[in-house]
């Protein structure tokens, strides 16, 4: 008897580590396109500023704009960014992989995202910036339980403080051992963001309101 209790048990832990990675995991995964756009953007946009590289940051000017112009744009924005990553400047290299990414992230093509977000982190042309936060957007787009533990791995070396992506890479962390069921495991990374005051205040409260619901 005490091991049917004990599988019960086992299974009511599963299926509440699900429910939180549903609850939370989307999420996390939802602001994936908007930290792409944001963050990639603004660095391409400097390593233009810095290097004077006129020509390439009017054509990603431009396939930015295609991509925001609908879904009949879309492959034409596609074709646009191929075009640029082609040419082989790294900096825009990595944006326009990020911006293919956020592409098939609207149109719900996570696997073909990922792929492009896997050629910024594996190309160690690309600035240690955009590789890590390539890893963070993998993580955020591509996690369940069979992965996780690769991706905590992976996750890491960005999540030390002097990392631009530690905070992000922190949570990502704990949401991946939820994944996994490694709930104790996830309670002190959470607690930690949560009393941090230089954490995100949003992501603070977040932390809090999971921590709440794991019994913490």
Known sequence: MVDIFQEVEEDLKRERNEALWRKYGKYIVGVAAVIVLGVAG?????????????????????????????????????????????????????????????????????????????????????????RDLAVVQIAMNNADASNAKDLVSRLEPIAVPENPWYYSAREMIAMLHIAAGEVEAAKPLLTEIADDSEAPSGMRARASEILKAIGA
């Not at 431009?62 to 009949?72: D, K, S, W």
């Not at 825009?92 to 977000?117: M, P, T």
């Open 42 to 130: 603004r660095e391409g946009w400097k390593s233009y500023e810095e290097n004077s590289r006129i020509e390439n940051g009017t054509r990603m000017a431009n396939a930015i704009e295609l991509a925001q112009a609908g879904e009949e744009k879309q492959d034409a924005a596609l074709g646009a960014l191929d075009a640029i990553i082609a040419d082989g400047d790294a900096g825009f290299v990595a944006l326009g992989h990020f911006q293919k990414a956020a592409i098939y992230l609207r149109a719900g093509a996570k696997d073909s995202a990922v792929a492009e977000l896997e050629a910024i982190a594996g190309n160690s042309d690309v600035e240690k910036i955009y």
